[in-house]
Structure formats: C-alpha cells, structure tokens
C-alpha cells in the first residue's frame, strides 16, 4: 500500500522560511507526478504547487508564485516545497500527493486527480 509521510511543519513567524518534505514507500517514486495541498481552518483543501515525474515541469497557485519552490529527489523518494516569505495567510494543514503517470512532463493540480495522499503536517505562521 502505498505510504506518503510528510514531515518538517512547525510555527514560524511571518517572513521566515520553511522547508517540508514528502517521503513515499511502496512505489515507484520516479513514476508519479507530486503535488502540494493545503487545508486551512474552515476552507476547503487548495492546490499549491505540482512537480512532473523527471522534475522538469512545475507549476504553482498565484498565491504562492515566487514564494514557494517545489522539487524532488527520485533516488531518495522525496519531495520537498521550500516555502520563503511566509505569511499567516499559509497556516494551514500540508499534504502531499502522488499519482502515476506515462508522461515525464505531465502535471496534475485537481485534487481529484490524485489518488494516493498523505496525512499532513502542520505549518503555523504567526504575524
């Protein structure tokens, strides 16, 4: 079964950094597109950012454009997003995603459109 593990949320205040990662077992790392959801208190879970399974597509919300920067590591079945600049408006419940894909480039931002996710992890700014 396939297993996603995100770690590295905490409180941090606004223009800090932070870096979160995605560890997945059970499957082929290098086969999957990723992305990045979040769910803040009392709104529905948003897309935030998608990498394609070589890593050389990427795609973002406007909200995080320039801010946050998503990547991967296929031989350590990792994902990270690098979050700069933060702001109270990004506290919220990080969850990663995988879905596998044929295409090296292809990317995925419809929550729907993943089917194996992972159970969150917690990231607070305070102002």
């Known amino acids: 079964q396939v297993q996603l593990v995100e770690s590295g949320g905490g409180l941090v205040q606004a223009g800090d950094s932070l870096r979160v990662s995605c560890v997945a077992s059970?499957?082929?790392?290098?086969?999957?597109?990723m992305g990045w959801f979040r769910q803040a208190p009392g709104k529905e879970r948003e897309f935030v950012a998608t990498?394609?399974?070589?890593?050389?597509?990427?795609r973002y919300a406007d909200s995080v454009k320039g801010r946050f920067t998503i990547s991967r590591d296929n031989a350590k079945n990792t994902v990270y997003l690098q979050m700069n600049s933060l702001e109270p408006e990004d506290t919220a419940v990080y969850y990663c995603?995988?879905?596998?894909?044929?295409?090296?480039?292809?990317?995925?931002?419809?929550?729907?459109?993943?089917?194996?996710w992972g159970q969150g992890t917690q990231v607070t700014v305070s102002s």
């Open positions: 995603a995988a879905r596998a894909d044929y295409s090296t480039s292809r990317y995925y931002t419809q929550e729907y459109e993943y089917p194996h």
């Open positions: 990498i394609s399974r070589s890593g050389s597509t990427t």
């Open positions: 059970w499957i082929t790392f290098s086969t999957h597109v």
